[in-house]
């Protein structure tokens, strides 16, 4: 369990997290319509952080202002008004940051807006880079981009991080700032609404974009000062249905709800923050979800009205306007609904009132088929924790084995430290259609996905082929990848398509993967995979941060078995090492190898 201590939030309602939730109170949207902006000729409905009040607010900071993009600079200032209130010294090594994004610097690609930045600029892991040592802390931060549920995953991170005691502090900023690349993307699959979007309203058609810049400063709680908001448990599941539409049976969101309602009660529960992008799929799938948990009686709200949808902000934005209305005992009303469709079932709040109930739920839901959810307990004033220390559900550590491994690099992909296909003067494309053809596998959709997609299936097929070890449940088993150059092969083949006037065609198939997740969902979809799924970006394969998180994953004893990867492909480099880890069972085939970072680092030195 983690207390938050401080907060902010920057968007188009304000600089400060007051400013922001006495607008949300007051009815106030910061979404407008725009015409003739950012080089698109289709108008569109966003909600936008004022620039010019951003350049001022920064400069007041330093001198030179030049040097940060307007996604760093947002960052930098909501981090800092955050942990004033926290009153924590940032620069700590014992505390950590975590950056929660889906497409930062993307704008860069524009060869206009990139000349003047770093050739790094546009990756994800410089900016994270940038912001922690602005504030000079030593640590290398997270990267979580994992669609539109980063935010929560990022707040997932920082809770079993600071519960293991690896930190005493963590970070958490979601940030995404819009460009013509995000919004002919959203475009380009006609999900945006020509109005203020309508969450879970019958006439909802579809959602707006928004932009922000979120934080949360969390600290370890101590079970006698259990007061403000704590977050409990969270929980990260997928659909293992879909790249890009949500499930109609809504599993992966009800396999969350499920798991982080453990030993509550939904009576105890004072309201539910929905993602509720007011798109009909979404909206349809949460209720259904909520309906088989057994909570479409409790009180739920969407604030997508209010702010857009955020994207890598979304998650710490709306845990941020919720911890809020808890800590005054209100269920804030959602924007823009009236009346819910024919047959639904759910709750949904439709104007401000009072609650006296301990317990919230923040949801969220994304591309690649990826559902998260958070609970939330909010005390008054100091406790025992005799209330909530029955809901812990953090176990040691487990001790873990690697069952089997593969590398795919340099024209050889390796199982087990022996070559099973080679073609070292192949092109990377070819190479990598040769090895599937290899395999013999029987997957027509493989031809359909970008170069990262392909290099993750092939190593899943290769540790999976014989499925050892084997597991009664499928939600038993996490996917979890990291890389350097996250989704940006395919962001540069997209940005190709809206370069400008004459050579403007923005595919949705092309958009779809410029998403790291999507590698994830692939090799979730192929193997019917419920667990958890997530990706993470950074600077370079690093054995230490990368088995941190993959042994984390395993704490709460949700998941058996798991597998691991550093799966990365640019301009034609390629490069893959995933292992399949697990706790060791009774009856399991192969009695493996002690998991370490020691292990990792030898078997990624190996090729």
């Known amino acids: 369990m983690i207390r938050q201590t401080g907060d902010n939030i920057i968007s188009s309602l304000g600089f400060t997290t007051q400013e922001n939730y006495e607008s949300v109170k007051s009815g106030r949207s910061g979404v407008a319509r725009y015409e003739n902006c950012m080089g698109l000729c289709e108008p569109f409905m966003a909600s936008l952080i004022d620039r010019e009040r951003l350049h001022d607010c920064f400069a007041a900071l330093r001198s030179r202002t030049d040097d940060y993009t307007p996604l760093e600079k947002a960052a930098i200032l909501s981090i800092r008004d955050a942990a004033a209130q926290a009153r924590v010294d940032l620069s700590a090594p014992r505390v950590l940051f975590l950056l929660s994004t889906t497409k930062g610097n993307v704008h860069l690609l524009d060869a206009h807006e990139g000349r003047r930045h770093h050739p790094d600029a546009v990756c994800l892991w410089y900016s994270a880079q940038r912001i922690a040592a602005y504030f000079g802390n030593p640590n290398t931060p997270y990267v979580v981009s994992n669609a539109c549920i980063s935010g929560a995953c990022a707040q997932l991170e920082a809770l079993r991080q600071l519960d293991a005691g690896l930190y005493d502090c963590a970070v958490v900023t979601g940030v995404d700032m819009l460009s013509k690349f995000v919004i002919s993307g959203f475009q380009s699959f006609k999900a945006l609404s020509s109005g203020v979007c309508r969450p879970f309203d019958a006439s909802h058609d579809g959602l707006n974009l928004g932009e922000a810049a979120a934080t949360i400063i969390y600290q370890k709680a101590d079970e006698t000062d259990l007061h403000g908001v704590t977050l409990i448990r969270g929980a990260v599941r997928n659909d293992a249905n879909h790249i ?35 798109t009909v799929y979404n909206d349809r799938m949460e209720a259904v979800a909520l309906a088989r948990a057994g909570l479409d009686g409790v009180p739920v709200n969407g604030l997508k009205g209010f702010f857009g949808h955020t994207l890598g902000a979304a998650g710490v934005l709306e845990s941020v306007i919720s911890s809020h209305a808890a800590a005054n005992r209100t269920i804030l009303p959602t924007s823009g ?116 997609s392909k290099l993750g299936f092939l190593a899943s097929e290769l540790i999976l082929r014989d499925d050892v070890p084997r597991v009664e449940s499928c939600v038993d088993r996490a996917v979890v990848c990291f890389n350097r150059s996250a989704s940006l092969d395919t ?89 399949l880890i697990g706790v060791a069972l009774p009856d399991d085939a192969l009695p493996g190898i002690p998991f370490s970072a020691d292990r990792l680092q030898e078997i990624y030195s190996q090729n």
């Open 337 to 452: 609904f009236a009346a819910g469709e024919a047959g639904s079932t759910l709750r949904i709040a439709d104007r401000m009132a009072c609650t006296d109930k301990p317990y919230f739920i923040k949801m969220l839901s994304g591309f690649g088929g990826c559902n998260a959810a958070l609970l939330f307990h909010f005390s008054p004033k100091k406790s025992d924790g005799s209330k909530i220390q029955k809901y812990k559900d953090f176990t040691c550590m487990p001790e873990l084995y690697v069952y089997r491994y593969c590398r795919i690099a340099g024209g050889r992909a390796t199982v087990d430290g022996k070559t099973v296909f080679a073609e070292p003067e192949a092109e990377s494309v070819k190479f990598l259609i040769a090895l599937y053809r290899s395999l013999q596998t029987d997957w027509p959709k493989f031809f359909k996905m970008d170069n990262l």
């Open 491 to 579: 962001d540069v083949a997209y940005q190709d398509t809206i370069r400008d006037a004459d050579n403007f065609f923005p595919s949705p198939s092309v958009f779809v993967y410029t998403l790291p997740n999507i590698v994830t969902a692939e090799i979730a979809i192929r193997n019917r995979i419920y667990g958890e799924t997530s990706c993470y970006v950074c600077a370079h394969f690093d054995a230490r941060q990368v088995a941190t998180t993959a042994s984390l994953v395993f704490r709460d004893g949700c998941v058996r078995h798991a597998l691991i990867a550093w799966v990365d492909y640019f301009d034609g480099q390629y490069d893959a090492l995933m292992c």
């Open 244 to 278: 890009s539409g949500p499930s109609r049976t809504g599993e992966g969101c009800f396999l969350a709800l499920q798991s982080v309602m453990k030993g509550v009660d939904a009576d105890d529960l004072a309201f539910i923050s929905a993602h509720g992008t007011a």
